[in-house]
C-alpha cells in the first residue's frame, strides 16, 4: 500500500450570461463559422459584474464538497490556480476560504496560466504525500474576460470565465491497482513569455494590463509538447496511451485536440471535449472538462485518466490519474 491522493468529489461553476458566437459577431467583426471551423467554439460564459474569480471558485468548491459528501471544516488545503485574481493580493484562495467558513486551513493560489490546475495539482499531491495535508481543494478559476481586448477579434472570441474544483483525499492505496494521482509532469520554457502574455501588471505598468497572443505560434508548440508530456508522465508509470480511458485536455482549440490524440494514436471518442460549450477557460479549463464527463457518467470510478495543459510562459504538464 502506499499514500495517495484520491480524488474525491468534482464541482464546477459558470457565469450565468451564456454568449453564442453570433451573439458575438454583434459587437466583434467575426462570424459563427470563423470561430466555429478554426476553434470548434460555439459558446463561452461571461461573468457578470457580481461574478468574479472568488465567487465562482468558492462555488465550484461547494459542488465538489457536496459530491464528496464533505464538509468544508474537512478541508486544510486550498491551492487555487488562477491568471485572473480577485485581486494583486490577498490570494484569491484565501477569499475562497473565507467564503466557505473555513478558518484554520493553508491557502495560496498558483499562476502558471492555462497549465495553472496541473501546477496546483502537483503541489497539492506533493504536500499530502509527504502527509503535511489530508484534504485539499485544488481549483482552477479564471475570469479572462476581464483581461480581453475586446477589439482584437484574434484573441476575445477564444475564451471564456468558470470555475472547476476538485477534492483530494490521503488515502492508502493498493501500488498496482489502486487509486489516486499516479504521476504528474510539469515543464516550463521562458523563452516563449512574448507568445502569450499581458501587457500590464504591478511592477511594470501599474495596470491590470490586455491579453497577448502569437495564435499560429501557440498552436505549432501545443501539439508537440502535450503530445510529449503526456507520454512522459504515462512512461512514469510504466502505461502507454493504449491504457487510457480518458484523456481530459486543456480546452483551447478543437484542433489541438484532434491534432494531440492523433499524434497518441488516440481515438477521438476517449478525449472529453467542453470547449465547444465553454470556450478556453484557462485554468478553470481542466477541473470543467472533468466534472462535465464525471456528471455525465462517462468517468466512472478506477478509469484511467489523462490530464492536460499549456498556457502562457510556456508552461505545460500532464497527470496520469485512476479515477
Ligand atoms: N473572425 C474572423 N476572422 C478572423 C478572426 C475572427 N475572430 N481572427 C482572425 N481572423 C482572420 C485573420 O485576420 C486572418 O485574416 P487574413 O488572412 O486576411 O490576414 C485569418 O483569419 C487567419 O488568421 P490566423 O491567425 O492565421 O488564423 P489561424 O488559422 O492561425 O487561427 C487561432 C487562429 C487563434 C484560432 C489559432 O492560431 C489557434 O487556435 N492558436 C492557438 C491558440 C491557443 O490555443 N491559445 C491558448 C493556449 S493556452
Redesign the pocket.
Known sequence: MTLRSVIIGTGTALPARRVSNAELAQT????DE??VE??GIRFRHLAGPDETTSTLATDACRAALAAAGAEADDIDLIVLATATPDQTFPATATKVQAALGINVCVAFDVAA???GFLYALQVADSMIRVGAHRRALVIGAETFSRILDWED??????FGDGAGAIVLEGQESDEATGRGILATRLHADGRHNEL?YVDGGPSTTGTVGKLR?K??E??RH?VVNLAEVMQETLAVVGLTSADVDWVVP?Q??A??LDATARKLGLAAERVVVTVDQHA?T?AASVPLALDTAVRDGRIKQGDLLVLE????GFTWGAAVVRF
Open positions: 466583434v467583426d467575426t462570424t470563423w470561430i478554426r476553434t496560466v492555462c497549465s477579434r484574434t484573441t476575445c472570441v477564444l502569450l497572443m495564435g499560429r501557440v498552436f501545443a486543456h483551447a482549440n484542433r489541438i478556453n484557462s495543459a499549456m498556457g502562457g
